[in-house]
């Protein structure tokens, strides 16, 4: 921070821009709790007053409590402290008491006295940076007046490439009512990873057809998804997830151990693999009718049986759910690959997960991200276009 009252706008010039941002938000604060929330947003910030002030927009997807916040900053030349005012949309008339502070050493430390859950608790700022295209946001609440401290939520701020005016570089190739396709589109919106799409052509009569020249060119199974980043096209969602856990780490998508990710990306096999042959015989409920009575009937008997498969599926994951939030150490991609599963085995009038309860509250949960919100509004419009009534 400079001596000068000339300078008053500097503090937080390196956060004006667009950027992403991953959140880890502790799960219950001053609670000893040990588990954190992860998941993606996004932030916009600008200047305001003649640079006595500035403004950011952040858009927060809280798994099951989505909200837009905006911080409003003041500073005061003269006493050379900032104020740090927040709003959001959950309560837009309400106002949290302001923070404090100012930078020091290129760290900003802000406090201030707000009421947690009806106690009284001290709260603290702490905003960093590391590079031109990195920052860092910390919260913590203190409940004895400072002498100890809990952070409980954690944002990094990353500038994408297309953030700072460059060309978008990531390119998806998918489909309306692609399964595999909204598993990748989910995985890109929890990374926060901005990219472009194209919709090949479908129909319940033809399929995917004509085939796209792009995806020709891609993939010699002539099949979405295709994702290019960069100079590097992969096809096969599963390839394509690991790439962006190695290339794009945060939020992470897999566990560290190696033991626990091994186990994770089985559930995801098995989600692929496995549950997938008797779902495509419900598949066949939303093209055309056989015009030979006798296979139409064999069709049906088939997709008799597949549901009965499907119900067993459902039993061994209500045992593998039991005490747990998500498939894994955290949310991942098997919870993807099998709420894609459920989605379309739903969507096509399959068993439903009434006598699964355990199953059915996970399904929610993972429901309810936005990445995941997304990708089920998507597929109902498609299917609202493009298939019969079931």
Request: hydrophobic residues 40%; proline residues 8%; contains cysteine.
């Amino acid at each position: 921070m400079s001596d000068s009252n000339d300078s008053y706008g500097v503090d937080f010039d390196f956060l004006i821009g667009a950027w992403q941002v991953h959140h880890r938000r502790l799960a219950r604060r001053l609670a000893g709790c040990q588990d954190w929330v992860e998941f993606a947003g996004t932030s916009v910030a600008r200047k305001l007053l003649g640079g006595f002030g500035n403004i950011d927009e952040n858009h927060i997807p809280l798994p099951g409590d989505p909200y837009v916040g905006v911080t409003l900053r003041t500073y005061d030349p003269k006493a050379q402290i900032w104020s740090i005012h927040w709003f959001d949309s959950r309560h837009p008339s309400a106002h949290d008491p302001p923070m404090a502070g100012r930078f020091a050493e290129g760290v900003g430390t802000f406090y201030g006295d707000h009421v947690f859950e009806t106690k009284p608790v001290r709260v603290r700022f702490i905003w960093s940076r590391d590079a031109a295209t990195r920052c860092r946001w910390q919260q913590a609440f203190s409940a004895d007046a400072g002498r100890s401290w809990e952070t409980n939520w954690i944002m990094d701020f990353s500038r994408s490439l297309t953030a700072m005016g460059a060309p978008m570089s990531r390119h998806l190739y998918s489909g309306p009512l692609s399964l595999f396709s909204r598993k990748v589109e989910i995985a890109l919106n929890e990374k926060a990873l901005p990219f472009e799409r194209t919709m090949v052509p479908f129909t319940q009569a033809k399929g995917y057809s004509p085939k796209h020249p792009a995806v020709l060119a891609a993939n010699p199974k002539a099949q979405v998804p295709v994702l290019i980043d960069d100079d590097l096209t992969l096809f096969d969602s599963t390839l394509i997830f690991e790439y962006l856990e190695d290339a794009y780490p945060r939020p992470a998508l897999y566990p560290k151990e190696p033991r626990a990710r091994a186990r994770c990306r089985l559930l995801e096999l098995t989600a692929d693999e496995i549950l997938l042959p008797p779902l495509i015989a419900l598949m066949r409920r939303t093209t055309p009718a056989d015009p030979d009575p006798e296979r139409q009937r064999l069709r049906e008997a088939e997709a008799s049986r597949a549901e009965a498969t499907l119900r067993d599926h459902y039993a061994r994951f209500e045992t593998v759910l039991a005490g747990r939030e998500f498939l894994c150490d955290g949310f991942s991609v098997a919870d993807i690959a099998l709420f894609m599963m459920i989605l379309f085995t739903l969507r096509l009038k399959g068993p439903r997960l009434d006598a699964h309860p355990v199953l059915a509250a996970w399904y929610a949960r993972v429901g309810a991200r936005p990445g995941a919100a997304k990708a089920a509004a998507e597929i109902a419009a498609a299917d609202r276009e493009l298939s019969p009534p079931l």
